[in-house]
């Protein structure tokens, strides 16, 4: 069990990373890491995957990838967005990472390496239900045997959680705060079901602890041994 005060050491070495990239990046980073439930959780499931390759799609400025770097120093790391701004955020952070790829791209388009460990965070919604079933084919064949696939969205169907989520994120996007194509959220249930039909064992966990949205971690498992 990842002990408080490990996350906490990982959090500060992490987000020091950011002040070479201005104050408003490391006060950004600071508190993302240190104030959203799905990294600390993340960083739990990570135990176990220490090795080999973590991608994460819609990596932003490079958070997660410099978190699990201080916790987990022998994962490669690969990290695509596309917002160029941000990944040149994270490029200034990371400066210096061996082992590290970070790509300005579309995530459906992009190749992405064979991977033990995929994060998907507060991404998928940004695009419509037919891309992300394609995007979750793609997170399921990117997956090593014995890998974890760990996804953190929004979801409908839970009343006024679920309306204020899907409110914060269309203005996050009318507003330019983030890009994306729209805002489409759907039934846990049927992201786990499309899951389960990749092959994939999966666990469905409330992510919003703190917090007043309709967040949810899909934690998906590929079957086999890890290489
Ligand atoms: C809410 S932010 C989350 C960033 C990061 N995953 C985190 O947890 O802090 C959503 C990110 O997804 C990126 N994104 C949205 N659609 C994308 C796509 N089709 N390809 C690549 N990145 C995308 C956005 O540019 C943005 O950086």
Request: proline share 3%; charged share 20%; with cysteine.
């Amino acid at each position: 069990m990842l002990e408080t005060a490990t996350a906490q050491a990982a959090i500060a070495q992490a987000a020091e990373r950011y002040r070479p990239a201005g104050r408003w990046a490391y006060g950004f980073a600071r508190g993302k890491m240190g104030g959203d439930p799905a990294y600390k959780r993340v960083l739990e499931l990570l135990e176990g995957h220490g090795r080999g390759t973590l991608v994460d799609v819609g990596c932003g400025e490079g958070h997660l990838l410099a978190l699990a770097r201080a916790l987990y120093p022998e994962l490669s790391l690969f990290g695509v967005d596309h917002d160029g701004e941000r990944v040149a955020t994270a490029r200034v952070a990371l400066h210096g990472f061996e082992r590290l790829v970070l790509e300005a791209g579309d995530a459906r388009t992009v190749s992405l390496p064979a991977c033990q460990v995929l994060c998907c965070l507060d991404v998928l919604h940004y695009m419509s239900l037919e891309d992300q079933d394609l995007l979750l084919t793609r997170f399921a064949e990117a997956l090593a045997p014995g890998g974890i696939l760990l996804i953190r969205d929004g979801r409908s169907g839970a009343g006024f959680r679920s309306t204020l989520t899907r409110l914060s994120e269309q203005l996050a996007v009318a507003f330019g705060r983030h890009k994306g194509e729209g805002v489409y959220f759907r039934e846990a249930e049927a992201t786990r079901a499309t899951l389960s039909a990749l092959g994939l064992e999966v666990e469905l966990q409330d992510c919003a602890q703190g917090t007043p949205f309709a967040n949810v971690l899909w934690i998906g498992r590929k079957p086999g041994a890890q290489a």
